[in-house]
């Protein structure tokens, strides 16, 4: 709860990204949720393609490879 709660209030979905300061938004870049919000306020509310949202899916299959990785060798880890 400690880190899902301020991920979740700083991914834009309740207040403007554009409204943080600047040393948020650079942090905020490396979490998918900032991007999974982008990407659902583009297709939902502006009806946009995937000529448009592509940087946003991009971003959230790097996100998460690394994470996957991560915990794939640490998983890996525990039976070594």
Known sequence: MPIIVPIAMLSGGT???ESMPRFLQI???FAPTTHYMEFCSRVLIRGAGIDVV?????AMAVI????????MMRFRATFQ
């Open 54 to 58: 592509w940087p946003q899916l991009l």
């Open 27 to 29: 942090i905020m870049q």
């Open 15 to 17: 207040s403007p990204f």
């Open 64 to 71: 998460g490879t690394v994470l996957f990785i991560g915990a």
